[in-house]
Structure formats: structure tokens, C-alpha cells
């Protein structure tokens, strides 16, 4: 696609059940980025996909928190046992990098989480 | 002490004015990003820098990679530029993004 596409765009859980978001990268980046936003927070870094290579998982909160991403495309997010504490704009990006630097960084749209 | 530091975090201007916001960040970097989120909205990507200056329409940013400074302008400010801006690099060490807690400009008819 043109762009980095998110599903959904809003999602109402209730507290303690599991979650999945999706980002469909745009074609051809390598590097997948997963970052969240809370309420009146600045953006923080959860994950990071990279080619082949073993993803830096070092952003996840908790163990609740996992990814994925198949086949080097498509990733899902997946937060288990949700707290409202979750709550917050879960933002996907993507990127073309090379030896000499990331080209091309574009961010989705965004899943707003609420946990009720 | 933030890596990425932004300022004002808070600006309002009349419709018109020359509005510059600042970032700076104490690691090096490959590239440094402004971004774009209108309330309620996703996150648009305005610039990546790594040197010297870029034009997009009303909008001109700047770094001196010397000074790890960065400058975002927008020429003859409209409402519609209300938003808020941030400001994001990429560290020389790694390809995560560090964010600046962001400026929130309001533009007044």
C-alpha cells in the first residue's frame, strides 16, 4: 500500500481481556517500529523489527506485552490480560534501512485503546 | 536530563505570524525527524534532516549538527498548522527513535 496501515483504528476492551493490533508496513521497508502514546505522555518505544534479526524487545512494559511480524511484512502487537493502564495510541512506523541510514520513516495512523 | 529537548512547549500566535520552534538533543544522531499530530490524529512525518536546511511549502527546518540544534519555521502561520510538533532523532547507536515531549502550537484567526 501507499502508506502504513493500522487496524483498527479504535478499540474498547474490557479490563483483563487480550488485544491484537495490527501494521501493515509499507512494501519493501524493513524495519518495523512499534511505539505507544499515553493520555498527555510523549511517545515511547516498545519494539523494533529489523530484517532477519532478532526484534529489541527492550521498550515492552511487561510480559504481557508480545509481537510478531511473519514473513518480514505484517506485524500484530498482542497485550494480554489488558489493564486500563494500556490505555493509550499504540502507533506503528516503518523504514527503509540501509547502511547509511534510515530512509523513508513513516508512521500509521494509530489504534486508540481503551480499557474499561 | 531528556536526550531531545524541545522548546516552547506551549505556543500560540496569530494567524500570520513566524513561528520557530527548537529542539535540541545531546546524542549523536544520523537523522533527526519533525513530526506533525493534529489533535485526535495520527502522526505525519514534515522533515528528516541530516544536515543543512529543507523548504516544504510554508514549513523550513534546520539543524547544526555542530550544536545538536534543530529549528522548525512555518511561514505566514494559519489555523490549520495548529497541532503538535515534535521533534525525534536517530541515534547513531541504534534505529529506535527518541521522541521530544512535543510543542503544542495554537493558531488564532
Known amino acids: 500500500g501507499a502508506g502504513v496501515s493500522q487496524s483498527p483504528s479504535n478499540k474498547v476492551t474490557e479490563k483483563g481481556k487480550d488485544v491484537e493490533l495490527r501494521c501493515d508496513p509499507i512494501?519493501?521497508?524493513?524495519?518495523l517500529y512499534w511505539y505507544r502514546q499515553s493520555l498527555g505522555q510523549g511517545l515511547e518505544f516498545l519494539i523494533y523489527f529489523q530484517g532477519n534479526s532478532a526484534p529489541d524487545k527492550s521498550g515492552l512494559p511487561s510480559d504481557r506485552f508480545s509481537a510478531e511480524r511473519t514473513g518480514g511484512s505484517v506485524s500484530t502487537l498482542t497485550i494480554q490480560r489488558t489493564q486500563q493502564e494500556d490505555s493509550a495510541v499504540y502507533l506503528c512506523a516503518s523504514s527503509l534501512f540501509s547502511g547509511s541510514g534510515n530512509y523513508g520513516y513513516t508512521f500509521g495512523s494509530g489504534t486508540r485503546l481503551t480499557v474499561v | 536530563k531528556n536526550e531531545v529537548e524541545q522548546s516552547p512547549q506551549n505556543l500560540t500566535a496569530q494567524e500570520g505570524e513566524f513561528i520557530t520552534i527548537n529542539c535540541s538533543y545531546s546524542?549523536?544522531?544520523?537523522?533527526l525527524h519533525w513530526l506533525q499530530q493534529h489533535p485526535g490524529g495520527g502522526i505525519v512525518s514534515l522533515f528528516m534532516?541530516?544536515?543543512g536546511k529543507k523548504k516544504h511549502g510554508r514549513l523550513i527546518a534546520t539543524i547544526n549538527i555542530q550544536e545538536k540544534h534543530s529549528s522548525l519555521h512555518i511561514t505566514a502561520s494559519h489555523p490549520r498548522d495548529s497541532a503538535v510538533y515534535i521533534c525525534a532523532v536517530s541515534p547513531l547507536v541504534t534505529d529506535k527513535l527518541i521522541f521530544g515531549t512535543g510543542t503544542r502550537l495554537q493558531v488564532f484567526p
Open positions: 546524542v549523536g544522531i544520523s537523522a
Open positions: 534532516l541530516s544536515s
Open positions: 512494501s519493501g521497508h524493513t524495519a
